[in-house]
């Protein structure tokens, strides 16, 4: 079949913001059977439900590039907003992310070493006294967020601790990441000056990032900004700009995508027959939940890439300049790479997710990510063991796609509050209600 990457598609219904917004998953999983690659005009996009048409794709740098890979907002914003969204990163570097090769490469190699299994394992005690305090002060409740006071804390303070970045500066860090996540999302109209607001916010993030590099220049800690600058040979440290434009995605994807994997998580498994036993004695290892979380729900539910050529993915041909979102939530649900897609199964072999990518931009906290979530359950497990869902209707998703993240998921421990347990509220969180 071969179609023009401009024209409307019949299947151009898809809306994650909105009627797709909790269950995108149903919809995707219809339509991938006869059309796994179809246009969405709300995107602006061919979003690519197959997992194999994916991985085809992240393996082509050829005829693919990640250069314009984040969402784009579709809503005009004054002159000097856009101004200040070209220059708050500086001097014109753009984040791994947004690398090709070979340029890609020279980055990723540094910040690889911040990475490493042996890094990991030296930092793991701190995640874990990290989890352990977080999992003591939301015990203290009988019914609390989980979201705001475990994921969202537990997960910034880990990534800002591992960079270095001092305790009285990580609320700003995560203002500035709601900023960041509020004007590259927007799809309706905004107040103009709150709109500034954001954008000065950025502004100051990227300062605030700069000064951090120039501190380490001048004296180097225990902490990862200071190795990207100063450990390895010659030519394997990053420059103070290069240094400066990640320090903002690092603390970005570091805690954002961490905390909603933890939301979902937790959430699927509080509401599986088995509930939060399964995991407090063993039923259930930490590690296999955090894969099958992982793979159930991405919380990436996709990255955007643009052809350079014109190409074919499947039977669709697609002129260069087409923009493809590749839908790695969906490929977690896809029949073809998984057994029973729809079901959520700790242990049940789904570490072939793409929740972390694959190819040259495949996470480089991968490692990191998932010993920060596996503790996370432990230290739960350990402080938590009659956690449960609080009462009441299912929780919703944010409208921040391609993220997937919970407005909130209140908890309860059963011993200290009446009502039903996990498995009577079954009837509450029926798929209808996640539509």
């Given amino acids: 079949m071969s179609v023009d990457s401009g024209q409307s598609h019949e299947a151009g219904s898809f809306d994650p913001y909105g009627v797709h917004r909790d269950d995108p998953y149903s919809f995707l999983a219809d339509i991938g059977e006869t059309e796994p690659v179809f246009y969405a005009p709300l995107l602006d996009a061919w979003c690519v439900t197959r997992r194999e048409d994916m991985v085809a794709v992240l393996r082509d740098d050829q005829n693919f590039t990640a250069r314009d890979h984040n969402p784009r907002s579709t809503v005009e914003v004054p002159e000097d907003v856009r101004r200040m969204l070209r220059t708050w990163r500086g001097a014109g570097a753009l984040a791994v992310g947004s690398l090709d090769p070979p340029e890609h490469a020279k980055i990723r190699e540094v910040l690889n070493v911040g990475f490493t299994p042996a890094r990991v394992r030296a930092f793991e005690p701190t995640v874990r006294a990290i989890a352990a305090d977080f999992a003591e002060r939301a015990a203290s409740a009988t019914e609390f967020d989980f979201i705001t006071a475990f994921a969202v804390p537990y997960s910034l303070e880990v990534i800002c601790r591992r960079l270095g970045i001092p305790d009285e500066y990580l609320d700003r860090c995560r203002l500035w990441s709601e900023q960041r996540i509020e004007l590259m999302m927007l799809q309706r109209s905004a107040d103009p000056d709150q709109l500034r607001e954001y954008a000065r916010g950025l502004m100051e993030f990227g300062e605030f990032a700069r000064s951090l590099v120039r501190e380490r220049l001048a004296s180097p800690q225990d902490d990862l900004i200071s190795e990207l600058l100063h450990d390895g040979k010659a030519g394997h440290t990053l420059s103070p700009d290069d240094a400066a434009v990640q320090i903002p995605t690092l603390i970005f994807a570091g805690h954002m995508t961490c905390a909603e994997a933890l939301g979902t998580i937790l ?24 894969e099958e979380g992982l793979r159930f729900d991405s919380p990436l539910a996709g990255m955007y890439r643009t052809a350079v050529h014109d190409v074919a993915i499947g039977d669709v041909h697609l002129a260069a300049g087409s923009r493809l979102l590749l839908l790695y939530g969906a490929a977690g649900r896809d029949s073809r790479a998984h057994a029973c897609p729809a079901g959520f199964s700790p242990g049940s072999g789904s570490a072939t997710h793409l929740a972390f990518g694959h190819g040259i931009h495949f996470c480089l906290g991968a490692g990191f990510a998932r010993m920060e979530l596996e503790i996370a359950i ?25 993220l997937r993240a919970l407005t909130e998921l209140r908890v309860r421990q059963r011993g200290g509050a009446s009502g039903p347990s996990s498995g009577d509220l079954d009837d509450t969180l029926a798929p209808a209600e996640l539509t």
């Fill in 267 to 290: 959430f699927q498994q509080l509401r599986s027959p088995g509930g939060w036993t399964e995991v407090v004695d063993g039923t259930i290892a930490p590690r296999d939940l955090v």
């Fill in 378 to 402: 432990q230290a739960l497990a350990a402080r938590m063991p009659d956690l449960a869902l609080a009462p009441g209707r299912p929780p919703h998703h944010r409208p921040v796609f391609p």
